[in-house]
């Protein structure tokens, strides 16, 4: 037995295990220092002199076998598609290191990958984009066994099924806007998820795994009861799980998805009638009742949905849905919240066969930060595109998880300090309602059947003229440049808060709940935890909610999250609706169990482990110092 050190891959810009497991001379220069800054990762050998780095006073035994599993993972995948004693951050919430991150390029060396971990008795985590907020996709610091993240980027296989693209296969690191654009181009057909990260190209498997929401108020959130996936049983052996309906089953599917380059719907067993999206979600949707639209902890489906983790996904298969003949972006604004909710239900759910294609809600605070805090994100997408920034968000992440003073901080008081040299982000009639209403809604009415764009126009005009005159005002994006500044306004709410909370120096936190169908109003808050500013922004056609809080630094968030959280579930909401529990929330007991029985031996997302644990918890609490304990706060991050 040797110990390894979990190092501080930043500190270090290089390596790993051993000498023996590295396979070298002990001693080398980084391999691949500069591709590695740009993801985050590093891949080399540490210089024999470097003092270990204690990770959150972390020491782990490796056995022998997990000292030779860097080597047998090279084996598989290739030296260049491992790398060694990695330290991660999540997008908001958690950082620790790996002891090795593994990115197989088949699904026969994704499984291979994961027999390998499985005997060498090492916790496993797999991941995509990293875009989570709710911690799931990294190490916590936790120690009791290494973690092997296996990172399923490069399993971005499209397949569309048929001449018409009605379905698709997406191997698991597929990214949610990859498909989107090449479905739209190839096929004319949508893709079933946009979520706010869709710049960041998020896989469509980490939102099966998830149940990521986003906007799509017709389709719900990602689900499919179709799927390629391992499950690690209860004697340590993988399993191969098929329910991906092809005419070849189980191990022939995967050898033949393996060199696929197409799908005909001959490929499919025309038996399978087993859904590949949510069924009935307008339906669903419309019916105002008091449950809620979709969460988080919600056990229906295949096993593969909303597992977070404890199965590794090789492959989804997906419906997709028709590309609307023309539609339209409207930006309305309304003087109270209840006149915004009204308009919702009246305009835009009123009827499961003309409803809005989605329906988002910001207030008057979450306009303000965005302008403050988010101009210079707005204009990156604008330059560098969707697919283009993925590689600095990275960037972002890696800097500040660099163990310097200040690195923590550094991008968002640039991001601050730099965001009054641009001009303000929303077009000049976007700008004017913004100033005169504290209510605003993102609408996008389309036409999927003859005249159900004029349809939905026509309920809005009648609604804006069943009110008092100005309580309600819309513009119609005129153009595209419109249309993308209003979208990219709402998409930036989420990275700006963490920047607006730097740059007040005050805390904050953030919290992803969905409250029932028929439930109309601000959840009344715990009056002893005074909130500075409330940011509420929400997929509002679902009723589903973010909110981030800008606290005095006097308030113990932890305390105000949980207070905050009973008070969500009073009126009946659920929490998380769509961010995942991750390591952020202790999940209610059947889904525990669920988890359970996906992975008896708990070694998929083990880190989960700790929250399955705490019973007693309402959310999980880490003892780690450096860990946030709740969504964005600079000041414990910082301590
Ligand atoms: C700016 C921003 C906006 C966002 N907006 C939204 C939003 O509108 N709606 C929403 O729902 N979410 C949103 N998110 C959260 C995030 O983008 C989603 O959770 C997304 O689905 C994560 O995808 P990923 O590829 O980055 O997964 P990761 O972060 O890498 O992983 C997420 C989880 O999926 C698991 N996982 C990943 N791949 C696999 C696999 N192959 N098999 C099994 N498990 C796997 C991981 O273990 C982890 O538990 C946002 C995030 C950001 C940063």
Not at 247 to 256: H, I, N, P, S, T
Not at 395 to 408: D, N, Q, R, Y
Not at 548 to 562: G, R, T
Not at 563 to 577: D, N
């Amino acid at each position: 037995m040797v110990f390894i050190r979990l190092s501080h891959a930043a500190r270090y810009a290089s390596v790993s295990f051993s000498a023996s497991v590295g396979g070298g001379s002990g001693r080398a220069v980084a391999l691949a220092a500069s591709a590695g800054i740009l993801s985050g990762l590093f891949v080399g050998y540490q210089p024999k002199e470097s003092k270990p780095h204690r990770h959150c006073g972390c020491e782990v035994h490796l056995t022998d076998v997990q000292q030779q599993l860097g080597g047998n993972l090279a084996e598989i995948v290739g030296r260049g598609n491992v790398s060694s004693n990695v330290t991660m951050r999540g997008s908001r919430l958690g950082e620790g290191t790996a002891l090795a991150v593994v990115k197989p390029g088949s699904l026969h060396e994704a499984m291979a990958v994961l027999k390998a971990c499985c005997a060498a008795g090492v916790a496993v985590l797999p991941q995509g984009a990293n875009t989570s907020l709710t911690g799931g996709s990294v190490p916590r610091g936790e120690c009791d066994r290494p973690t092997v993240i296996i990172n399923m980027r490069r399993l971005n296989k499209i397949l569309p099924v048929g001449a018409d693209g009605g379905q698709v296969l997406c191997f698991a690191g597929a990214g949610i806007f990859q498909l989107q654009s090449e479905l739209k181009n190839k096929y004319n057909r949508d893709s079933h998820s946009v979520l706010g990260s869709i710049f960041l190209n998020p896989s469509v498997a980490a939102g099966v795994s998830y149940g990521s929401g986003g906007t799509q108020i017709r389709k719900g959130p990602a689900f499919t009861n179709r799927a390629l996936f391992c499950r690690v049983a209860q004697g340590g052996e993988v399993e191969l799980v098929d329910t991906l309906g092809l005419q070849v089953k189980g191990k022939d599917a995967l050898d033949f998805l393996e060199t696929a380059t197409e799908l005909g719907l001959q490929d499919l067993d025309p038996k399978c009638k087993v859904a590949a999206s949510w069924p009935n979600y307008r339906q669903h949707l419309t019916k105002l009742d008091s449950n809620v639209s979709r969460y988080n902890a919600d056990t229906t489906g295949a096993e593969c949905n909303r597992s977070e983790g404890k199965v590794l996904i090789l492959a989804t298969l997906h419906d997709t849905f028709p590309m609307p003949q023309k539609d339209s972006v409207i930006w309305a604004s309304c003087s109270d919240f209840e006149t915004a909710q009204a308009l919702k239900r009246e305009v835009c759910i009123a009827s499961p066969d003309c409803m809005a294609k989605s329906c988002e809600y910001i207030n008057r605070e979450v306009h303000d930060a965005v302008d403050q805090a988010g101009r210079i994100l707005i204009k990156m997408i604008e330059i560098l595109g969707m697919t283009r920034l993925e590689p600095l968000w990275n960037l972002k992440l890696f800097i500040e998880s660099v163990p310097l003073p200040f690195a923590t901080i550094v991008c968002d008081k640039f991001l601050w300090w730099f965001n009054g040299i641009l001009p303000k982000p929303l077009p000049a009639k976007l700008q004017a309602l913004t100033q005169e209403f504290d209510h605003h809604m993102l609408m996008e009415f389309a036409e999927y059947t003859p005249g159900e764009l004029d349809g939905l126009m026509s309920r809005l005009r009648k609604f804006q003229d069943s009110k008092p005159e100005g309580t309600v005002k819309f513009h119609v994006c005129a153009d595209a440049r419109e249309r993308s500044r209003a979208t990219l306004f709402r998409f930036a709410v989420a990275p700006a808060f963490r920047t607006y909370c730097i740059g007040l120096g005050q805390q904050g936190l953030s919290i992803d709940y969905a409250l029932p169908k028929n439930f109309t109003r601000y959840p009344e808050l715990p009056a002893q935890y005074p909130v500075s500013r409330r940011l509420v922004y929400s997929h509002f056609g679902c009723n589903v909610y973010h909110e981030d809080y800008v606290f005095d630094n006097s308030i113990d968030v932890h305390e105000a999250k949980m207070a905050i959280k009973k008070a969500i579930e009073k009126v009946g909401g659920k929490l998380p609706a769509e961010h995942g529990h991750g390591t952020e929330y202790a999940a209610p007991a059947d889904m525990q169990q669920r988890w359970r029985l996906s992975d008896p031996t708990n070694t998929m997302t083990f880190e989960q482990r700790l929250v399955m644990e705490s019973w007693g918890a309402e959310l999980s609490c880490f003892h780690c110092p450096a860990l946030w304990v709740g969504g964005t706060s600079y000041k414990k991050d910082y301590m």
